[in-house]
């Protein structure tokens, strides 16, 4: 990399630095938190040419490229356009309002910001207070992903916000802000949608799930419709299901041939066992002795301990019978991600980066939610006391 690309993401991270000083300055947080942000920040100039070769990620590069090209550098937006995601999130990118784009560290360093504004945004609301405070300033995965040049922390913000209005009971805002990630992450709006369906049609047989419920008689036409349509989902979505897992494997593999049995799910049978061995799969993938090196050994004992947290939360409210309607929601929707993931990614490093947005939303909103709780009880109790 040239000298004047590194001075050009100096005057960049001045004012950061500066941005970083006035939060403090505003907020008085704690010595811990500000020297664990100032390390956030100094991971994108550890990660990128120090850990591994960016090339190593190669997208990183698509998303400069059009983000220079809204800046008005280099190529037009259609030249650098490589498919709709890379051109929306390289947009977004390059309207960013930091004064240079130059290097892959610039969009690092907008990817910072970000989860600076996400950070602000739930320390403000108290979302982030004592463990899932912690949490989502320790989580290594988070750290790690939102200090690359990816997407991935724009995915994470629509879905940070987008889950806050949903437990302020504001639906429709919730599913709209859902929308850009038709674009970004599509996958990512179809699990939504698929839990949002499946949590108010349960919610019909089920009343103590949620509060809100979709009308009687327009949940069960919903589901004579969606029973009348299975076979046919059936049919054509194993297809497209069997389609994703074998050009997953192909991607991971770099072995692009026909389709092989290891890929293929044939039937309902094996599709629900599939499923049930894949989704917790999903979440501890690699194992330790799966690992084939350091960085994979690290990301194993990673998963190891979060997956630990995750079923210490899960075992805490239902011990203690602390389970909101939006607790419910975010354990289904964490679930169903699991599930859907675990059944077409084969690659660790791949399992890795799409599985933190959601293991980021659940600790951090689960552990808090409970917190909410558990507080209002406590009131409640002091309150007949008294």
Do not use: C
């Amino acid at each position: 990399m040239s000298q004047t690309i590194y001075f050009f993401d100096i005057i960049n991270v001045t004012l950061t630095f500066a941005l970083i000083a006035i939060i403090q300055y505003r907020y008085k947080l704690r010595f811990p938190i500000i020297l664990l942000l100032l390390f956030h920040f100094s991971l994108i100039f550890l990660t990128n040419y120090v850990l591994f070769d960016p090339s190593y990620m190669p997208d990183q590069f698509k998303y400069l490229r059009v983000a220079q090209a809204v800046r008005g550098s280099g190529e037009s937006i259609a030249e650098a356009m490589w498919n709709l995601p890379v051109a929306v999130a390289g947009i977004i990118f390059g309207i960013f309002p930091v004064p240079l784009i130059n290097s892959i560290y610039s969009i690092a360093i907008i990817n910072f910001l970000l989860y600076l504004l996400i950070f602000l945004f739930l320390y403000e609301r108290e979302v982030l207070k004592g463990f899932s405070l912690w949490a989502f300033l320790l989580y290594p995965s988070l750290l790690f992903y939102t200090s690359l040049s990816l997407r991935d922390t724009l995915v994470l913000a629509v879905m940070v916000l987008s889950f806050w209005f949903f437990i302020r009971n504001k639906i429709l805002i919730a599913v709209v802000i859902q929308l850009p990630l038709a674009v970004l992450k599509f996958q990512n709006l179809a699990i939504f949608a698929f839990t949002f369906v499946t949590y108010f049609l349960l919610s019909v047989f089920f009343p103590k799930i949620s509060p809100k419920k979709i009308p009687p008689g327009i949940a069960y036409v919903f589901l004579l419709v969606l029973i009348a349509a299975a076979p046919f989902a059936y049919r054509y979505g194993l297809k497209g299901l069997n389609f994703y897992r074998h050009w997953m494997w192909a991607e991971d593999t770099g072995i692009w041939i026909s389709v092989i049995p290891e890929t293929q799910i044939k039937n309902l049978g094996e599709l629900i066992t599939e499923t049930i061995k894949s989704t917790p799969y999903f979440l501890f993938k690699p194992f330790p002795w799966q690992a084939e090196n350091l960085f994979q050994l690290i990301q194993s004992g990673e998963n190891l301990l979060i997956g630990a947290v995750i079923f210490y939360l899960i075992w805490r409210a239902y011990r203690y019978k602390v389970r909101t309607p939006a607790m419910n929601f975010l354990l289904l929707y964490f679930i169903v991600s699991l599930a859907v993931y675990g059944l077409v990614i084969w690659n660790f490093g791949t399992a890795a980066r799409y599985k933190f947005p959601f293991i980021t939303l659940f600790i951090v909103f689960y552990s808090r939610l409970f917190d909410f709780e558990a507080e209002k009880r406590l009131d409640l109790l002091a309150n007949e006391r008294l």
